[in-house]
């Protein structure tokens, strides 16, 4: 059976281009529902205006999807809460020199 962690793992493949970090690490990873084969995940950005959206919508749905049991992936992207450097871990804070 599918797991919460399994997903996790495979959206550290997700990398921020500009910050060469994966979106586990910055935080921004919100959420993650298993129901029935479908992953919902949900994300933010470092900002509203950040360009690579598409780019992360497709890559979740790419690495998400290649998971066994998985037969729908549902990125959904949200600015509520706003992310803050403080969601990221300590090792993305000492990488970025927070």
């Known amino acids: 059976m599918l797991t919460v962690d399994e997903v996790t793992d495979a959206l550290r493949d997700v990398i ?24 919902r995940v949900t994300y933010t950005l470092t900002s509203p205006g950040c360009p690579i959206g598409p780019q992360v919508t497709e890559q979740i ?19 509520s809460p706003p992310w803050t450097p403080e969601r990221m871990s300590e090792d993305a ?5 927070f």
């Open 61 to 79: 749905e790419e690495f998400v999807g290649e998971l066994d049991g998985v037969q729908d992936v549902q990125p959904t992207m949200t600015f």
């Open 16 to 39: 921020d281009p500009e910050l060469g970090l994966d979106f586990v690490e910055l935080g921004l990873i919100y959420d993650v529902e298993i129901e029935d084969g479908t992953v």
């Open 93 to 97: 804070k000492f990488a970025l020199g």
